[in-house]
């Protein structure tokens, strides 16, 4: 959730520090700040509100410094505030921190600390680790290594999960940083290093990277960085080159990163698909490299993820168990790990997060190697840490995804989870070759039928209009458009604030048709032509009771019944949920813009939740 940036070089550290801190933005944040080491010392900067707050603090023009660490603080402990803000000094401000995560004994610590005559100025658990490096930096007599060893003590104190950058005004040219469950990446410069919770901080400053593994510490000047576990024993790290272009992270003219995101998604999905598909040839996953033998062990396949990676796995359990004739089960990460899951060695868990770092999905993946299951995480990031902790990674291949409503990610993870599933059945011989090559045509041609459904923009546009203002908007759909509805519901209420509900189209006389009223607005989906007939005697019921209905369809039906009917192209029923979302992140996003809300940074949300 919050983010990290750090520079060490010959530059003047604050320009870089602010720049990085307004590209990670999009992680959600209620308070941002900066410390340079100056020749007069520490010099701490912060303030609540937007990062551009910064530049109204006294002094924050005059920081010479090349050495500098910046943070962007979401609230877990103590309200938003200036004097809850990162970065948090110690006592004897010698030392300053930035963090993210949740130390989850700081009361313990900080207790502790007190008996020893340490204070305390925020409510925030952050304060206690400077006053605990502080407190160990005075009781070793090495020093030689006495900045390095008194941060490896306090973290072997700490609990919980941390991303920290530490400054020490007695080592002015160095920086450590320690990651343990929460994101942290180093940069490698020419005379320079930089430091970032999220690669898009300093993707212009570098491509070349060094990726941090949980229980890892980095001791970085300008020429070199020295890596070490919690014992300090020396690591050997590689350099990752991340060929991210610079441009995806700029708004190229769009006005928002969100729009942007959404006309992305042929090419998103076009190079998802990538070599994997090839007319004529079959679906090619050598990355992952299952046999016949391999695959016939699994008696199950568990798609675990959280919010819009969960909806993905939603829409493709019809699409493995169709294909691959194995039971599919969908769970939400946070309650997979807490519920005891029947997982064992025969079981194949897919872990899809868009960042790699969602603190749940992680946990969870941990979970199911403990129980001897097989694991493949599914990410958009190369390096992330649920690449690292699976048996087996494949990517989409969306590149940076800014907006906190995700759009381009979910197309691409359904689009690479439908040639996962081909490739299964191929593999398994478990379904007809010429049912398996339709949806191969059909994938290949969903990036021209993605521009297509992008023209309908404006028609979207004019209803979004007519209903913006509405308190609730209800969605239906059966069979795998209830998938679709479930994640245009969860669009809907994330970036307009309006509340939502996605109904399975066949349970509406079960309970919420009680909510339909005259002028509700309902959006009803329409894509699989076995089940239209039973769903347009559903809406019928809705327009009945006076409601204004948006449809999303591919099917032949009477427009006139209907407010407005957005179509869209024929597909295959299977493939259909990439298409048939992409006019409803239109229309939550222009029903966003017409009540002037900040599209990209909705309230209260971050795009990584690296916390539980």
């Known amino acids: 959730m919050c983010g990290i940036v750090g520079y060490i070089g010959t530059k003047k550290a604050s320009p870089i520090l602010i720049d990085g801190l307004l590209k990670l933005e999009y992680r959600g944040y209620d308070s941002a700040g900066i410390a340079t080491i100056e020749k007069n010392g520490i010099q701490n900067m912060k303030n609540k509100g937007r990062v551009k707050s910064l530049y109204e603090l006294d002094g924050i023009n005059n920081l010479e410094g090349t050495i500098g660490i910046a943070h962007t603080r979401w609230a877990t402990h103590g309200e938003p505030s200036c004097i809850n803000s990162h970065p948090h000094m110690d006592n004897s401000k010698n030392f300053c921190v930035v963090h993210n995560g949740i130390i989850e004994n700081y009361q313990e610590l900080k207790n502790s600390l007190e008996k020893n005559g340490y204070h305390f100025l925020s409510k925030t658990d952050t304060e206690t680790i400077p006053n605990l490096i502080s407190y160990y930096y005075e009781k070793i007599s090495d020093t030689k290594n006495r900045f390095l060893q008194a941060v490896q003590l306090a973290c072997k104190d700490l609990k919980g999960s941390y991303a920290i950058e530490v400054l020490c005004s007695y080592e002015p040219n ?62 050997k790290k590689d350099l990752r080159n991340i060929t991210w272009d610079v441009s995806s992270c700029e708004k190229d003219g769009y006005e928002d990163y969100m729009l942007k995101e959404i006309y992305e998604q042929p090419k998103s999905v076009r190079e998802t698909i990538g070599s994997r598909l090839i007319k004529g040839e079959k679906v090619n996953f050598d990355d992952i490299g299952f046999s016949k033998t391999d695959l016939e062990k699994f008696n199950q396949i568990y798609l675990v993820a959280c919010g819009t990676a969960m909806h993905a796995g939603l829409a493709i359990k019809p699409t493995l168990e169709k294909l691959c004739n194995i039971p599919v089960n969908v769970d939400i990460a946070s309650e997979f790990r807490y519920r005891n899951p029947l997982i064992d060695e025969n079981t194949l868990c897919i872990y899809i997060s868009q960042s790699g770092e969602t603190a749940d999905t992680i946990a969870a993946l941990k979970l199911a190697k403990a129980k001897k299951a097989k694991t493949i995480a599914i990410s958009n990031v190369i390096g992330s840490s649920i690449t690292r902790e699976a048996d087996f990674t494949i990517y989409t291949h969306a590149g940076p995804e800014i907006a906190v409503a995700s759009t381009k990610a979910y197309t691409s993870q359904i689009t690479l989870l439908i040639l996962l599933s081909l490739h299964f059945a191929e593999v398994l011989e478990s379904c007809d070759i010429n049912i398996l090559d339709e949806i191969k045509e059909e994938l290949l041609l969903l990036p021209e039928k993605i521009s297509s459904v992008l023209e309908t923009s404006s028609k979207i546009e004019e209803f979004a209009n007519k209903v913006y203002n509405k308190k609730d908007i209800f969605f239906l759909g059966r069979g795998i458009d209830y998938t679709v509805s479930q994640e245009a519901s ?52 809705v327009i009945t009771r006076g409601a204004q209905t948006l449809i999303v369809t591919n099917q032949k039906i009477d427009k006139q019944n209907y407010d407005e009917v957005i179509t869209i192209p024929n597909t295959n029923p299977l493939i259909s949920p990439i298409l048939s979302i992409i006019p409803l992140q239109l229309f939550s996003y222009y029903i966003s813009k017409k009540k002037g809300l900040d599209v990209d940074k909705p309230r209260n949300l971050a795009k990584s939740v690296t916390v539980e």
């Open 174 to 235: 160095t920086m450590i940083v320690v990651r343990k469950d929460s994101p942290l990446v180093i940069g490698k410069g020419e005379n320079e290093n930089y430091i970032c919770s999220d690669i898009p901080a300093i993707l212009s400053y570098t491509k070349n990277f060094y990726l941090l593994n949980d229980n890892e510490i980095a001791l970085i000047t300008k020429d070199l960085v020295s890596f070490y576990d919690m014992n300090l024993n020396s690591i």
């Open 490 to 541: 969860l669009k809907l209420k994330e970036i307009s604030y309006i509340h939502s509900e996605a109904y399975a189209a066949g349970e509406l006389k079960h309970g919420p048709i009680a909510l339909i009223e005259n002028g509700v607005t309902v959006v009803g989906i329409l894509t699989d032509s076995n089940l239209v007939e039973k769903s347009i005697s559903n809406l019928q019921e």
